[in-house]
C-alpha cells in the first residue's frame, strides 16, 4: 500500500508541477507542415481537376455534373 501512495504522490507532483501551455516546437513540426502543405495542394488540384472538367463538359455540349 505504501508503495502504491508513493507512486500517487509522485505522478500528481509531476502533473501539477509542468507547464499548462505545450512546447513552441516539437520533432513532428516538419511532419505537420508537410500534411498541412498536402492537404492545401489536395484542395487545388480538386478545384482544377472541377474546372477541367467542367470546360472539357461545356465544349462536348454536355451538362456540368458539380457532385463529381
Known amino acids: 500500500m505504501g508503495h ?3 507512486i ?8 501539477g508541477c ?15 507542415q ?3 502543405k498536402a492537404r492545401q495542394l489536395e ?11 467542367e470546360a472539357v463538359e461545356a465544349a462536348e455540349g454536355r451538362p456540368v455534373d458539380a457532385e463529381r
Open 8 to 15: 500517487v504522490s509522485i505522478a500528481v507532483l509531476l502533473v
Open 18 to 32: 509542468g507547464e499548462g501551455k505545450p512546447p513552441e516546437k516539437t520533432v513532428f513540426d516538419p511532419q505537420v
Open 34 to 36: 508537410a500534411y498541412k
Open 43 to 53: 484542395g487545388k488540384l480538386a478545384q482544377e481537376a472541377q474546372k477541367q472538367r
Open 4 to 6: 502504491i501512495l508513493t
